[in-house]
């Protein structure tokens, strides 16, 4: 592909910031739908998650 070493290295280092912002938003994503099934299902204690 000619790419310069210098390229793959700085690649690597975005790649790892972006990675954490990724994982950030899948788990906020995943607690989200999670408090939304169990207040659906009633199953969310709203007195005890207030706390």
């Known amino acids: ?3 310069p070493v210098e390229a793959i290295g700085l690649m690597m280092g975005i790649d790892a910031l972006v990675g954490m912002f990724r994982t950030v938003g899948n788990c906020s ?3 989200v ?3 939304v099934v169990a207040k659906k ?3 969310l204690d709203m007195e ?4």
């Open 48 to 51: 005890t998650y207030s706390k």
């Open 33 to 35: 739908a999670s408090l």
């Open 1 to 3: 592909m000619n790419v």
């Open 41 to 43: 299902e009633h199953a």
């Open 29 to 31: 994503g995943d607690v």
